[in-house]
């Protein structure tokens, strides 16, 4: 079973960059597609990227589209986000998670959450 866990959060002032990365402790990662999603205070949790169980294709929400990067290490059982030019708006609790298929990660049909970890940009 997929067992995430999410790293690297924290607050950046605007225009900055942020890194999260999430482990599978259960050590099944591979056969999964990955993804991030983020909730603010008062919103509902909407779909940020998705990465294909190979790694060969990517999907990201408009509004991160050429800021933010997604990545997976199937060796090391890591996904990653790169954050850029970062926004408040961007502030929210990020969430990894494990599905079935990219289509399914972005319909919201997840197998395994995360945790989630805390990204904070000031103006």
């Known amino acids: 079973q997929v067992q995430l866990v999410e790293s690297g959060g924290g607050l950046v002032q605007a225009g900055g960059s942020l890194r999260l990365s999430c482990a599978d402790t259960g050590r099944t990662f591979s056969s999964y597609a990955l993804g991030w999603f983020r909730q603010a205070p008062g919103k509902e949790r909407e779909f940020v990227a998705a990465?294909?169980?190979?790694?060969?294709?990517?999907s990201y929400a408009d509004s991160v589209m050429g800021r933010f990067t997604i990545s997976r290490d199937n060796a090391k059982i890591t996904m990653s986000l790169q954050m850029n030019s970062l926004k408040p708006e961007d502030t929210s609790v990020y969430y990894c998670?494990?599905?079935?298929?990219?289509?399914?990660?972005?319909?919201?049909?997840?197998?395994?959450w995360g945790q989630g970890t805390q990204v904070t940009v000031s103006s």
């Open positions: 998670a494990a599905a079935s298929s990219t289509p399914a990660m972005k319909q919201g049909v997840v197998a395994s």
């Open positions: 990465i294909s169980w190979r790694g060969g294709a990517t």
